[in-house]
């Protein structure tokens, strides 16, 4: 039959109706496929809409990770950030004017393979190198921007990149801005092999000149940076941050382990290990980049001169007191010395942490003393004093036995002075006042800290800090115990709290070494004249500050105002003068002694 179709069964169908099924199947199949392809698309769209934490490994939304800075919002790992939206981050909005942007770029070894490999890097990132420089402008004020971005090549830094920093550090040099530079790299570019190398030279002569220029330079570190740029421009800041959790170190974890065989431990080169060790200032939360940055930019724009901000001061001064201490004496009643000793060791008493958080607006630490370790019996960082930025350092004790022990009773080790030397040397090169708050019985005297050159770090504060050209206000809060105090109190003046001790040992230690008999430490306390009114009568001191009755939580508020006022008497006699003025003045006043 011409007009049947036999089936696979055998069976004879008319054609017209074979067609008929034929045409109904094949119809089906092509709606089966155009259902895959719906359910692919519709899974395609679902993917760009959700992103993995690349440390819990969790699905997540991905406009919420893009909402909370590209931060994980169920672990609180950081996503690393591509370049475009890093400008977002920190940039007033289309403020950013990319520099050197179309630089040559060559294969200086004829490595083979290499020119390839940029052109990929190229294709798949938008970027013409790893590093992209310009200017932008942060709540207004002008910075240099440097970002390092991980897709083009692990960022690593070969001469194109090196080439790029240089100038651009050159130009922010000549344009007088402050740097900021988001550090990420694998380290040096193996394919440009000691050319590649030269880069961490070349970089790092560049920054000395912007410093040597007064201007500020501040590197946040990203994850990961190792290698070459670790080694360069990454660790050479004024300030020095990273994001949580960054890895940072010179030789990465991967090489440490096929080099010499060893493991890591947990939690080795990060961030948080980095500022344990004294070795950056500290960690910045994105939420809190830009306010830092900002932040940052304000504390160092230094005056060529020293002209304080214009402090609204009564010449006449006139402190009013609270009205619960209006009844209170000015001064306490007179305790003897040996009372005064005892009193200025009672846990209880004020630290220099209860009178910055009244005296100073906006105080942010800084850490370590960038070879060792962060000292915590030495604290320090930048703050506002009613407008104009100053530098605090000052010793800490502890309020309870655990913090106590945290801060080894307020006894500095060698990198606790070094700290306070590297803060009181960046206070000058910005021309910041300098406060320094003194409490501690002593510097520490153990192996460890002999064996860091505790003698040598003490001597050099002394020698630095008697030359510095900025004012430099010092404060004995507490005891005032021998070397270890004078090693942050070398003062253009030198005050002390009424009830505030200052001598050149222990009484204990003198009446150890005088009479061979500790236990006449109350009657070597009485002649060793060490109270605050002993030594403004020998003029070792200009002020003494009342404490109304005793320092304690009541009166804490009360004298950090009297402070207050008085620090800003203090610098308002500063302002005009010359670093060489200040200088010489302080020079001279040890000199009488």
């Not at 790992?77 to 179309?102: C, G, H, L, Q, S």
């Not at 945290?406 to 606790?416: A, L, S, V, Y």
């Amino acid at each position: 039959m011409e007009n049947a179709q036999i089936t696979k069964t055998g069976r004879r169908f008319p054609l017209n109706l074979y067609n008929k099924l034929e045409n109904k199947l094949k119809n089906k199949d092509a709606g089966k496929e155009s259902f895959s392809e719906k359910q692919t698309e519709k899974q395609t769209e679902e993917d760009k809409n959700v992103v993995k934490c690349p440390k819990c490994g969790k699905v997540l939304d991905k406009a919420t990770v893009i909402k909370k800075k590209y931060v994980c919002y169920e672990c609180g790992a950081y996503f690393r950030v591509r370049t475009n939206n890093r400008i977002r981050m920190v940039a007033d909005y289309k403020t950013f004017e990319p520099w050197f942007e179309d630089m040559a770029v060559s294969n200086p070894l004829n490595f083979e393979g290499y020119e390839e490999k940029l052109a990929a890097a190229r294709e798949k990132t938008g970027l013409k190198e790893a590093v992209t420089v310009g200017r932008c402008k942060v709540f207004g004020e002008d910075i240099m921007l440097g970002i390092c971005d991980s897709r083009f090549m692990m960022a690593s830094m070969g001469h194109v990149v090196g080439e790029k920093l240089t100038l651009a550090i050159e130009k922010a040099t000549e344009l007088k801005l402050p740097i900021f530079i988001f550090c990420c790299s694998g380290g040096a570019r193996m394919q440009e092999g000691i050319v590649s190398l030269m880069q961490m030279a070349k970089t790092s002569a560049a920054l000395k000149k912007h410093s040597e220029a007064g201007l500020f330079y501040c590197s946040i570190l990203t994850d990961p940076t190792t290698g070459g740029v670790t080694a360069s421009f990454a660790m050479l800041g004024d300030v020095i941050m990273a994001e949580p959790g960054a890895l940072v170190g010179f030789a990465g974890p991967r090489v440490i382990k096929q080099t010499i065989g060893q493991e890591l431990p947990e939690g080795f080169q990060t961030a948080e290990f980095l500022v344990e060790h004294g070795i950056i200032d500290g960690i910045v939360k994105r939420e809190n980049l830009k306010k830092t940055i900002y932040f940052l930019i304000k504390t160092h724009q230094c005056n060529e001169k020293q002209e304080f901000a214009d402090f609204k001061t009564n010449d006449d001064f006139h402190f009013e007191l609270s009205e619960t201490l209006k009844e209170q004496a000015w001064y306490s009643n007179p305790r003897s010395a040996w009372e005064k000793v005892l009193g200025v060791r009672k846990v209880e008493r004020p630290s220099a942490s209860d009178y910055i958080s009244y005296i100073f607006d906006n105080f942010v630490e800084a850490h370590g003393d960038r070879a060792f370790h962060d000292d915590a019996a030495i604290v320090g960082g930048l703050a506002f004093i009613d407008g104009q930025p100053v530098t605090v350092i000052a010793d800490e004790k502890g309020k309870d036995f655990k913090e106590c022990q945290e801060r080894n009773f307020g006894m500095p080790k060698p990198e606790g002075y070094r700290k306070a030397l590297r803060l009181m040397k960046q206070a000058e090169k910005f021309n910041r006042p300098i406060i320094s708050f003194v409490n501690t019985s002593g510097a520490f005297c153990g192996i460890d800290a002999e064996e860091r050159g505790q003698g040598e770090a003490i001597a050099r504060n002394l020698l630095e800090m008697s030359a510095l050209k900025v004012p430099v206000l010092c404060i004995l809060i507490g005891e005032g115990g021998s070397g270890g105090a004078l090693a942050t109190a070398v003062g253009n003046e030198v005050w002390m709290m009424e009830n505030a001790t200052y001598s050149i040992l222990s009484p204990e230690g003198f009446a150890s070494i005088l009479w061979k008999d500790s236990n006449r430490a109350q009657e070597a306390s009485e002649v060793m004249n060490i109270t605050a009114q002993d030594l403004k009568r020998l003029g070792v001191i200009e002020q003494i500050i009342p404490e109304f009755g005793g320092a304690d939580r009541k009166t804490t508020q009360a004298i950090a105002g009297y402070m207050k006022e008085n620090i800003k008497l203090f610098l308002k006699k500063y302002s005009g003068k010359s670093g060489e003025e200040i200088a010489q003045e302080r020079y001279d006043r040890f000199r009488h002694f």
